[in-house]
């Protein structure tokens, strides 16, 4: 399975991968450079490669196995044995009523705007800022990235309970959502082709290469092994990189490999 955060794991089968679309010379010039931007390796190294060769072998890697991927949010012990028994269900508006009364209800003026809940909800399924999200699930490359960096989602859970959260009672709501639930992550093993197809909603993969990019998620495998090559310390799970992968359908509970803390 590949990890994006460990890096010494994956990148000597990346490193086999490419053996023969990455000649010694280049790895031996980009070794031999010091680079200020980890994009900055990988785009040295195409300029002396065949660039459809790197990433049709780099995709076939991919699709040969799976990929970790991981979704932070809280969780009641009735919601871990619901995920490992129906797997991560997609966002429905007016089913995160109970969870938003339940950690709304202690607030002193909860009486006064719980009769607003369903309207709220109402009023922002399918429109807002976060009307993308509703129908969907989604999971996140990289661990260190969501402990890390984006870590709102283990703090209040769904960004969607939030909004309405707010709506209600401000910044008080907001940190009610808090006290609901533990912190926990789930960690997925995802199929090496949904995980690509999950990462290139918007375009194909020819579509993207004809637009002069690399696939969403073959990038950042990329642009690490290219850069470690130039600094053999560097470590992925400093990047906490934010690369979202995302599905219509539920994750099914098979995929689930772990539920723990943080």
């Known amino acids: 399975m590949l990890d994006y955060d460990l890096i010494d794991d994956w990148a000597p089968q990346l490193e086999r991968a490419l053996a023969d679309a990455v000649p010694a010379t280049v790895r031996r010039k980009i070794a031999g450079t010091r680079y200020e931007f980890v994009e900055d390796a990988l785009e040295d190294l195409l300029r002396g490669v065949d660039r459809g060769q790197v990433v049709e072998r780099a995709l076939r890697w991919i699709t040969d196995g799976h990929v970790l991927a991981y979704h932070g ?29 339940r950690a709304l209800c202690s607030h002193r003026s909860w009486k006064e705007v719980e009769g607003k809940l369903d309207d709220v909800l109402g009023a922002h399924s399918g429109v807002g800022a976060l009307r993308h999200r509703e129908g969907q699930v989604h999971l996140t490359l990289s ?20 909004l309405i959260a ?6 008080e709501g907001r940190a009610l959502l808090a006290t609901d639930g533990t912190a926990l992550v789930v960690k997925v093993a995802v199929p090496g082709q949904s ?7 918007f ?47 539920a994750i099914p509970a098979k995929w689930i490999v772990s539920i723990e803390p943080p």
């Not at 969501?146 to 960004?159: D, K, M, R």
């Not at 995980?195 to 909603?201: K, Y």
Request: net charge negative; hydrophobic share 35%.
């Open 73 to 101: 949010t809280r969780l009641t012990p009735e919601d871990v044995i619901s995920i490992g028994t129906n797997g991560l269900q997609p966002l429905v508006a007016m089913q995160r009523r109970g969870r938003l009364q």
């Open 143 to 162: 661990r260190s990235g969501l402990v890390n960096g984006f870590n709102h989602y283990l703090a209040q859970g769904s960004e969607f309970d939030g």
């Open 166 to 171: 707010y709506d209600l009672l401000g910044d």
């Open 203 to 249: 375009f194909t993969i020819e579509q993207t290469l004809a637009r002069g990019e690399l696939p969403n998620l073959l990038a950042p495998f990329l642009e690490a092994w290219a850069f470690k090559l130039s600094d053999p310390t560097y470590l992925s799970s400093q990047q906490m990189l934010d690369c979202g992968i995302w599905y219509r359908d």
């Open 195 to 201: 995980a690509i197809e999950g990462t290139q909603r």
